[in-house]
């Protein structure tokens, strides 16, 4: 009898430590979600103790929300790319992430260590562009979207913007005097693109390459090519900022460029080339193609401000130097551009007026459609300096 009154005691001594550890569990619960009904429907599911990690984790981490009101583009757009969807940009000392979504990260000096914002690695890269959705990018009804005639602008700051009046304001690019006018150089010179026909490479990170005749090191070399058959001299910077470590890569850069301008103070335009990066959560790869030039990507300039507390006076120069050749370019070839994007980052632009970051096609364009939307680019630009209106990119 004493033996059966120990084992209901010890049951009963049990049973209590299970009540006040799930008592212990709901008031965490409830003061982490900070709902009482779903906090309730949670606790039932710990009956299941194989249950229980799983359900805090998902308390704690949230899920995604749906019923939006967006397509399902616009929802691709807003969750893959931060440069368009107005989250912080992916941090770039997360080790052994791979090449984040999208390929431009913040100034090193402007991230927040405690931004939370996941990064996304790319698929792997594919031998071929079958699968890949081609989009032409423009300016969506979202009313971060300023436009007015050719120029449209992603708004990601709290300025308001007078483009026309920005357009006006845009300095004078001139070709004319000894030395260098123009600097190209790639924070990011490993990005490639999807590998296809001969333009094969050994990849060095996912979609990334030290085969600087398929990464942007080449993009780079088709504009200067351009720039100097117009007669304007050029500068192409073709160190690998980004490798071996992906770490620090804009660091590295301001330090090559301010080594730059310190040697040449004749440089007027310095244009820092990367390509973007658009993935579904599917594995959708997705490229954007100009619908005015056949097999031509997209260009877009991402362009930054003083709006994230740095210290930043060129910026509204830079940006209407930048709107002044978004319009020149649609002037010639509709929708080769995509609308410039307005961050409250730098990307090293405060070192000089006359500092554009320019983002030629995504990981899912080939190299061959990049290279052609480069050189019109490079065209129209090297046509602002010089006046000139012939020639061929």
């Known amino acids: 009898m004493r033996k059966k009154r120990t084992t209901r005691g010890l049951l009963r001594g049990l049973r209590l430590a299970v009540a006040t550890l799930v008592a212990g569990l709901a ?9 009482p009904g779903a906090a309730l429907g949670d606790l039932l599911r710990l009956a299941d103790s194989a249950q229980v990690a799983t359900t805090l984790l998902a ?3 949230g899920a995604p929300q749906q019923g939006d009101g967006l397509s399902g583009w616009d929802r691709l757009v807003l969750a893959q790319s931060s440069l368009l969807g107005g989250v912080a940009a ?10 984040p979504t999208p390929s431009i990260p913040l100034d090193p ?19 071929a562009p ?25 708004n990601h700051t709290d300025y308001t913007l007078d483009l026309d009046g920005l357009r ?25 693109y999807t590998m296809d026909g001969e333009d094969v490479y050994e990849e060095s990170d996912s979609y990334r390459t030290l085969d600087t005749e398929r990464n942007m090191v080449r993009v780079g070399e088709e504009m200067a090519a351009v720039f100097r058959a117009a007669g304007v001299e050029v500068i192409h910077d073709t160190t ?19 080594a730059a301008l310190k040697e040449h103070p004749s440089i007027v335009l310095l244009l820092d080339v990367h ?11 997705y490229k954007v193609v100009a619908g005015s030039v056949d097999d031509c990507a997209q260009v877009m300039m991402v362009m930054g401000s003083d709006g994230g507390g740095q210290v930043h006076p060129n910026w509204k120069v830079n940006l209407s130097l930048a709107l002044e050749i978004q319009d020149a370019l649609a002037s010639k070839w509709a929708t080769l551009a995509r609308p410039v994007v307005l961050r409250g980052s730098r990307f090293n632009q405060h070192l000089s007026t006359g500092t554009l970051l320019v983002e030629v096609g995504t990981h899912g364009n080939t190299l061959q459609e990049a290279i052609t939307a480069a050189r019109l680019y490079a065209r129209t630009v090297a046509e602002l300096m010089t006046e000139e209106t012939e020639g061929t990119p």
């Open 109 to 127: 000096e402007e991230l927040d260590p405690d931004d939370g914002e996941e990064e996304h690695n790319l698929p792997l890269t594919t031998t």
């Open 59 to 61: 308390a704690e981490l």
């Open 90 to 99: 992916p941090r770039e000392d997360a080790p052994g992430r791979g090449d």
């Open 168 to 192: 006006a304001a845009a300095p004078a690019l001139s070709a004319q005097g000894e030395g260098p006018k123009v600097l190209i150089y790639h924070s990011h010179a490993t990005e490639a």
């Open 130 to 154: 079958e699968g890949i959705v081609a989009k032409t990018m423009v300016a969506g009804s979202s009313a971060k979207y300023v436009t007015s005639g050719n120029l449209s602008v992603y």
């Open 240 to 258: 690998l900022y980004d490798y071996p470590s992906y770490n620090e890569a804009y660091k590295r850069s301001l330090e090559g460029v301010t």
């Open 275 to 285: 390509r973007d990066a658009l993935v579904a959560s599917d594995g959708t790869i």
């Open 27 to 35: 008031a965490w619960l409830l003061w982490l979600v900070g709902d």
